[in-house]
């Protein structure tokens, strides 16, 4: 062997890592177990106390300038929401005629038992009951009063009283309202609750349930047949619910199949056994750190531990199969370990910095979520190299010496993927390719891998509280389940239904123009607000050419029309005459405020008259991105200084930022990754090309994932925002192992393809091995009832596949054809550029 070849050796030995860790590793197994049992114990002590558990889209909305303008505007019009007390919640009643008389007086029925309840805390209801009585009497302000008024009315006054309701505030009912014949099938009954300042959602939920128990006490009412309850606390908790169930769900499933495979891999006990208390000890630590760096569990760490799981189980079984592979060659345990932990140690490392770096690109997101999904990540994966690159060798060295000094009997413990087996003499199928035609495989690998980068562009994306939610087939399928796997029932389910089915709208049927601005008290504002209602974008409601909103202007309209002295205070400030105040506008509020419309008024303008909002009814058509521009551009149009703001619109700008993170992450993460790899191997191997090397295939499954995602239409979201970056690590956790392999084998002298085989049956065999465990264990995932959690599953086991693929099939093409450009190619072309040649 040359000096050049030597050194990589030499360089090995002289590692610090490998020259200080292994000696404790082989000749103080047991000291080294102890220590990492107390840290287990410590971090064990942090486990749960990193705050409450987050759910839904609250958790990425924090610090959005879009989401403090919708805060701003609770706090101004809606009392501040639960700072300063009060809650809501609508029920739908459906009948098969909801406006028939005797289903009125049932509805005014349950209004009356409602309202005069003595623990229930309701300050008001509304429904199409009470409207139109108030229509037939305008001082029947009770429910009792308006009871009263609807028995002593005619069928035919009700339906005339229901059209004129209809006509002047809109009454809620679904969308095949007949005004001709008083019929609908579904209508809605709003309840508010005076409930006390920072009532949390047990304590409002609780209240909105029993509002149901109250309602269906009636004749008629049933809870799930014909009433539904749709209140903010019951969605927070049942989506909080989605999570516990999913959990119970997925994890013992998946702990199964981890299990079987594990088994399949390391068929002994004493080696499964130490793989899973490896595992177990990563999940402490990392949930540990949460614990005690103060970060909450949340939707989105929940794919946090299946990533360590996978990288804990390629690890375990790439420690455990070399081992074996040097006790097969006659090795004694000390040694073998010795030679494992010292070729191993090294890539180990490098998979460990570049998944960090893959992790950690996650922190370049505006997003606080991901940014917490990129530290946890990377910490957890620091955890899983210092547990299963020290802990589970020197476990193995404490057992196997325990197990040669008595008579426990050997298991399978024979390495995967060796000569003479099945898998050994499939793993060479990628050397095979790459003698007779490397670089046919190279060209159409990167043709393959580029196409599904092109197509993966048009990945679409998706951000909303819906997204949390599962299809009803789904749940279905998952009821046949035995208890406590079978998932709770869910009343969004019929929500949803009935929002999309009878109301023609989603969770979000509005968008909101939020101003606060000391201009809206001046002679401007109302004819800013009045224009800013004419000519609507096609993304909203109209008609005759104005938009169907809420606004201050519409309700001094209507006040106008129908009290003669408000009407000539508009007139007398009226100087263009079009209807619209363009002087002393501050006297025009503060009679309006005054009059019988100020209830209404103080919807759309606050008492100070510092802020007002304008809030458009959306096209049924409109999608989410068409409703924000919308609102942007009728925004940017305004003198006054409007902030588009409400769900739909907060929604958006996340999915625009989730989209802006993924591509600024997949850029660090590759970017950071090829600098570190190729520092590295040239530190380690004198060589920076390996680095470069290891990434051909790294980025060929990066393309054929994000053409995946569009293929399965799996939309971008919170997510898996983070999956591209990821899957760079995970990728290159494939291609450092065996490249890592390789090279200590060629540059021992072994022939090119000789290696290559020589590396493809024994690394390729702890990858095949941790491709399956993880592929089948953690793609259980699918299983999840949170969609968001299930697509994720997919994109994690395709992601692994794809990268055991690449690195079994793809890369030792793309090492021959570096070779033959090395040997033959580039030395020709230096001899032709010399000027001494020829």
């Known amino acids: ?167 002047a505030v809109g009454i809620p009912v679904s969308t095949d309202y007949n005004p001709a014949d008083g019929s609908a099938s579904v209508a809605q009954l709003a309840v508010s609750y005076d409930t006390p300042p920072l009532a949390d959602a047990d304590d409002r939920a609780s209240l909105q349930f029993r509002t149901v128990d109250i309602v269906t006490g009636i004749d008629g009412y049933g809870s799930g047949e014909n009433v539904v309850v749709f209140g903010d606390a019951i969605i927070e908790q049942e989506v909080n619910q989605l999570l516990t169930d999913t959990a119970i769900l997925v994890f013992p499933a998946a702990l199964l199949l981890i299990t079987f495979f594990l088994v399949v891999a390391y068929r002994d006990p004493i080696d499964l056994g130490l793989g899973v208390i490896a595992l177990l000890m990563t999940l402490v630590w990392t949930f540990g750190f949460m614990g005690y760096a103060g970060i909450p569990f949340s939707d989105s760490l929940v794919t946090v531990f299946p990533l360590l799981l996978a990288v804990g189980i390629d690890f375990g079984i790439h420690i455990i199969n070399r081992y074996r592979e040097e006790r097969d060659s006659g090795s004694d345990i000390a040694d073998a370990m010795r030679i494992t932990t010292r070729q191993l140690s090294t890539a180990l490392l490098i998979v460990t910095l570049t998944t960090v770096i893959g992790f950690a690109a996650n922190l370049t997101s505006t997003l606080s979520q991901l940014q917490d999904f990129g530290i946890v990540a990377a910490v957890g994966i620091v955890f899983t190299f210092l547990i299963f690159g020290v802990f589970l060798p020197a476990g193995k060295i404490a057992f196997d010496g325990v197990r040669a000094e008595t008579r426990f009997p050997d298991f399978g413990t024979s390495a995967l993927g060796r000569e003479g087996s099945i898998l050994g003499s499939i793993l060479p199928v990628g050397v095979t390719a790459a003698r007779a035609m490397p670089a046919v495989v190279l060209v159409a690998a990167l043709a393959i891998g580029a196409a599904g980068g092109a197509y993966g562009t048009g990945v679409d994306t998706e951000f909303s509280q819906e997204a949390f939610f599962p299809n009803e087939d789904r749940i279905d399928q998952l009821q046949a389940l035995p208890e406590p796997f079978a998932p709770s029932e869910y009343t969004f389910m019929a ?44 993304a909203f409601e109209s008609e005759d050419r104005r938009a169907e909103a809420t606004s201050v202007v519409g309700v001094m309209q209507s006040q106008a029309a129908a009290d003669p002295e408000f009407e000539r205070t508009v007139e007398r400030y009226d100087t263009t005459g079009n209807g619209i105040p363009d002087r ?39 999608d989410q991105t068409e409703a924000t521009l919308a609102a942007r551009q ?67 499954t990066v393309g054929v994932l994000a053409g995946s995602m569009r293929y399965f239409e799996i939309p971008l979201t919170p997510f898996n925002a983070p999956i591209l970056s990821v899957s760079i690590g995970l990728g290159v956790d494939y291609t450092v192992h065996f490249m890592h392999r390789f090279v200590d084998e060629f540059e021992a002298g072994e022939e090119l393809y000789d290696a290559l085989r020589v590396t493809a049956q024994g690394t390729g065999g702890a990858l095949t091995g941790s491709m399956l465990t993880t592929v089948c264990g953690l793609g259980v995932l699918y299983l999840a009832i949170i969609p968001l959690i299930a697509d994720f599953g997919l994109l994690l086991a395709l992601g692994v596949l794809y990268a055991y693929l690449a690195s079994i099939l793809i890369l030792p093409s793309v090492i021959v054809v570096w070779h033959a450009l090395e040997t033959r190619y580039l030395p020709a072309l230096r001899a032709r550029a010399s000027p001494l040649s020829g």
């Open 634 to 700: 009728v925004a940017e149009d305004m003198r006054l200084d409007a902030v588009p703001t409400g769900d739909l619109v907060v929604n958006q700008v996340v999915i625009n930022r989730i989209t802006e993170s993924a591509i600024n992450s997949l850029i660090a993460a590759f970017l950071l990754t090829a600098s570190f790899l190729m520092i590295s191997y040239w530190w380690l191997e004198g060589r920076a090309v390996y680095g470069v090397i290891n990434l051909v295939p790294v980025l060929i």
């Open 1 to 167: 062997m040359t000096d050049r070849d030597t050194e990589p050796a030499e360089r090995a030995r002289s590692d610090p890592l490998t020259r200080r860790v292994n000696p404790l590793i082989i000749d103080r197994p047991k000291t080294v177990i102890l220590a990492f049992l107390v840290l287990t114990a410590i971090f064990a002590g942090g486990i749960g106390g990193g705050g409450g558990q987050q759910a839904g889209t609250d958790q990425f909305t924090e610090n959005l300038e879009e989401s403090e303008a919708l805060e701003d505007m609770q706090e101004n019009f809606d009392g501040g929401g639960r700072a300063s007390g009060g809650s809501s919640a609508n029920l739908f009643l459906e009948e098969s005629n909801v406006l028939s008389k005797p289903s009125l007086l049932r509805m005014i029925e349950a209004q009356y038992r409602l309202e005069t309840h003595d623990t229930l805390r309701v300050s008001s209801t509304t429904s199409p009951a009470s409207l139109a009585a108030q229509q037939l009497d305008p001082t029947a302000t009770t429910a009792e009063e308006q009871r009263r008024v609807l028995e002593g009315a005619s069928e035919r006054r009700i339906r005339g009283a229901l059209a004129d309701a209809d006509e």
């Open 495 to 538: 929500v949803l239904d009935y929002l999309e089915e009878d109301f023609e709208q989603g969770f979000v049927g509005t968008v909101t123009l939020y101003i606060e601005d000391r201009d809206v008290r001046s002679d401007v504002a109302l004819e800013d607000i009045d224009r800013a209602l004419q000519d609507p974008p096609p």
């Open 584 to 622: 002393n506008v501050d006297e025009v509020y503060e009679e309006l405020l005054a009059s019988s419309a100020g209830d209404r008024a103080r919807n759309s303008l606050t008492e100070d008259r510092s802020a007002t909002r304008i809030e458009y009814q959306l096209d049924v058509d409109a």
